[in-house]
């Protein structure tokens, strides 16, 4: 661990996190060309593993730092939607906080290779940009 509590093992890195079991697996980074692992810092890397761990570790999956209910009203807002398990909130919310996690991280990189301490908006306009699943975001990365 570094001194910020980070795991410093490198972790399967990129667009889409894989989720395997690290106390077995050897090599962590065999889905990443070699090119990709050397542009993530170190702090990029062990996101993945320390996301792991959380998850593992989570006992209270309805204490969410996301408010459920607005999730569940943006949810309905949808016409095609007519239930929505109990569930589902939960693991959305999750999958949002992740998102704004992993973006804030990048862009945080961003401004770090700016020698700055402060993210800014291009920074994250920056990792918008280069990431490929944020593609959804195109008609705002521009302004």
């Known amino acids: 661990m570094d001194r910020q509590g980070h795991n410093t093992s490198l972790p399967p890195f990129g667009d889409v996190?894989?989720?395997l079991d690290f106390a077995t697996d050897t090599n962590p980074n065999q889905f990443l060309y070699p090119e990709q692992e050397l542009q993530q810092p170190q702090?990029?890397?062990s996101y993945?593993?320390?996301q792991y761990r959380e998850m593992e570790e989570t006992s209270n999956f309805r204490r969410q730092r996301l408010p459920l209910a607005g999730i569940k009203r943006i949810m309905k807002a949808d016409e095609d939607v007519q239930m929505i398990s109990?569930?589902?909130p939960v693991i959305f919310a999750r999958a949002c906080e992740m998102f704004?996690?992993?973006?804030t991280h990048k862009a945080w990189a961003h401004a770090q290779e700016r020698y700055?301490?402060?993210i800014e908006k291009h920074d994250i306009v920056a990792t918008v940009n280069e990431t490929?699943?944020?593609d959804f975001l195109v008609d705002i990365r521009s302004t």
């Open 48 to 50: 993945w593993v320390d």
């Open 86 to 88: 109990a569930e589902t």
């Open 116 to 118: 700055c301490t402060t």
């Open 100 to 103: 704004i996690l992993e973006l």
């Open 132 to 134: 490929d699943y944020c």
């Open 43 to 45: 702090s990029c890397r």
């Open 17 to 19: 996190p894989y989720l």
